[in-house]
């Protein structure tokens, strides 16, 4: 089994890694969000071994990803609403929560026994040219051991998988560097259990206020198990709203430093850009987390926009560690 990521330069190996996907292995590939973990949605075994590669909870369902909204009406009941942000956000970084069809060919599993599935359209043309040829659902949480930061690079992906994925498809970094906004529409209101690469203002714009989902404790039945309060951890600690760091800290900057202080380690967006920090933020975090820090110090971050995807990553990165 081929086991290297592939530089940008070649030719990207799609029919290869549509291979692998028939074969039941996973694949890495690149989403305009973050890397993925690719297997073929309808294979029971194939969804087993993402949740055995990620170390993954099997509480916790798996994204459907699809090549369009043609391909998702084959899995899942679309409601008006639905329709309307799929024309609008498709393909790119949202994902609705929706009904399964009855005749939904996706693996149980997948959805971790729910009566409903997530289901997103990616728009990163290496995903894109994957999903076509392999022209069956792919079932794709981010590429990282369960609880990890996610990958923006292809390199991430080899380290945090190793040899538990059959091939990377390289296609550089990632646009958006923040997983999607997952909402579920299934409710009788629209509820946000993930902020992500759409803004939730864009999706008021459309349907009026929307509901987010409670925040839950850890041990109990959760509406969106990315809402483990403690996710997207480094291995060393996370301090928030740092105005100053301390010695032994990493510093991670985001707008201008206030004088007399340090300049930061890495910086987020120097302009205070939360769009270009989105997507530098894993990647830091990952760079950071070495010694001689001995904990992660983060500038404060404004709410607006990819503010809130931001902190709400932040804040689980820097919550208590189960068993630590
Ligand atoms: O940007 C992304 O969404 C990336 C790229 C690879 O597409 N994928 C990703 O997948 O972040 P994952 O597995 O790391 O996160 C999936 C999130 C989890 O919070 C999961 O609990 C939630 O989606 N989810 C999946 N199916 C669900 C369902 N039926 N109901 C509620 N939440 C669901
Ligand atoms: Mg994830």
């Known amino acids: 089994m081929s086991n290297t990521a592939l530089s940008a330069s070649s030719p990207p190996p799609i029919a290869e890694a549509a291979e692998h996907l028939r074969a039941g292995r996973l694949v890495g590939f690149p989403t305009e969000t973050v890397y993925g973990l690719g297997g073929d949605a309808t294979s029971d075994r194939a969804v087993a071994r993402i949740f055995d590669a990620k170390e993954r909870p099997r509480f916790n369902p798996l994204i459907i990803h699809l090549p369009d909204l043609e391909a998702a009406r084959k899995l899942v ?19 609705l929560v929706l009904p399964r069809r009855a005749d939904c060919r996706v693996s149980l599993l997948a959805s971790a026994g729910l009566d409903t599935l ?5 728009g990163h043309p290496l995903a894109q040219a994957l999903l076509r040829a392999f022209a069956r659902p792919i079932a794709t949480p981010s590429a990282n051991r369960s609880g990890r930061v996610s990958p923006t690079l292809a390199e991430h992906v080899r380290s945090e998988l ?33 902020p992500g690469g759409v803004a939730q203002e864009a999706l008021e714009g459309v349907l009026g206020p929307i509901a987010s989902a409670p925040n839950v404790e850890d041990s109990i039945a959760r509406p969106s198990p990315g809402m483990l309060a403690s996710h997207y951890a480094p291995s060393i600690p996370v301090r928030l709203e740092a105005l100053a760091p301390t010695p032994d800290e ?21 302009s205070g850009d939360p769009i270009e920090a989105a997507a530098r933020l894993f990647a830091a975090l990952r760079s950071l987390d070495r010694p001689p820090f001995t904990r992660i110090a983060v500038m404060p971050i404004p709410e607006a926009g990819l503010g809130a995807a931001i902190n709400d990553r932040l804040r689980r990165a820097a919550a208590p560690r189960p068993g630590a």
Do not use: M, N
């Open 162 to 194: 190793g040899d538990r994925v059959a091939l990377v498809l390289d296609g550089g970094p990632c646009r958006v560097g923040i997983e999607s906004t997952v909402l579920d529409l299934s409710r009788e209101l629209p509820t946000l259990l993930r």
């Open 118 to 122: 997530a289901v997103r359209v990616p």
């Open 77 to 95: 009941e679309f409601t008006p609403e639905a329709r309307r942000l799929a024309d609008l956000f498709w393909p790119g970084p949202l994902t």
């Open 250 to 270: 990493a510093w991670l900057g985001f707008g201008a430093v206030p004088p007399g202080i340090r300049a930061p380690d890495l910086q987020l967006s120097e």
